[in-house]
């Protein structure tokens, strides 16, 4: 089978990220050594402790942007490992939808951090859906904030308005400064911190330039936080090309 490539040069996976139950999304990226919402749980952990000490409550709400099939969820809220999460869904590839869920049930049944609200963010309408029937997201909406003729309903602005932390994990580039603007307006009055992992080839400036006239300071980390392993080599040529190019 031929492989698709996206503007980016990265591999087109499109296939997996929408579907009624995670098998194909672990399978897939598991074999890739998928790591980057691991990579970044130290992180966002800490940003979270951080949050409770200044704000002298222990009760947290998070939105996760691109949330899929609830991984960070399933992190941070169940203090799980992405291995913990392939080898659990991997191992029901032939369960259907239904007992799919009930093997979550017991699996999720001990949270790690039960005054953790995560509010789960995707246009992945399947994938979100499966993330709240599993129990891994307390809320979530498919609203794109992309699109010119998004209208946020109060429904909508209440949801998005909870959040004490923004968070993405590899998915700023597809979505943009636009979308944080208008979270940004949903929540002005909870005044959220933010936390990004961008892949190398999208640029955080004009986003960073919009933060900071709302008041917000973006910093860097001083190390880069591994994706997954390349695809193939072609994968890996344009990828680097691009980079080149952009003078990365």
Same mark, same amino acid.
Request: charged share 25%.
């Given at each position: ?28 990226? #598991? ?34 942007? #691109? ?13 799980? %490992? ?52 599993? #129990? ?39 979505? %943009? ?19 990004? %992992? ?6 955080? %400036? ?43």
């Amino acid at each position: 089978m031929n492989q698709n490539y996206d503007a980016s040069g990265k591999a087109d996976m499109s296939g997996i990220y929408n579907r009624t139950d995670p098998v194909p999304y672990f399978e897939t990226l #598991g074999t890739l050594g998928y790591c980057i919402p691991q990579e970044a749980k130290g992180t966002v952990r800490a940003l979270i402790n951080a949050l409770r000490k200044i704000r002298r409550r222990p009760e947290t709400s998070l939105l996760d942007i #691109g949330c899929s099939y609830g991984v960070n969820a399933a992190l941070l809220k169940y203090d799980m %490992t992405f291995e913990d999460l392939r080898e659990h869904y991997t191992s029901m590839a032939d369960i259907p939808r239904d007992g799919m869920l009930r093997e979550d049930a017991q699996f999720f049944s001990d949270p790690y951090d039960p005054e953790l609200e995560v509010i789960g963010m995707d246009t992945a309408h399947r994938a979100l859906r499966y993330a709240i029937d599993a #129990g891994l997201v307390d809320g979530g909406t498919t609203v794109n904030l992309e699109e010119d003729d998004c209208e946020l309903t109060p429904a909508h602005r209440k949801l998005l308005s909870r959040a004490d932390l923004i968070l993405s994990t590899g998915c700023f580039g597809y979505v %943009t400064n636009r979308t944080l603007d208008r979270l940004l307006e949903c929540g002005q009055d909870n005044h959220p911190w933010m936390c990004h %992992t961008v892949l190398r080839m999208f640029d955080f %400036t004009d986003a960073a330039e919009a933060l900071a006239a709302q008041g917000y300071v973006t910093e860097k980390l001083d190390r880069l936080t591994p994706q997954r392993r390349f695809v193939d080599e072609n994968e890996r040529k344009q990828v680097l090309a691009n980079l080149e190019e952009l003078g990365v």
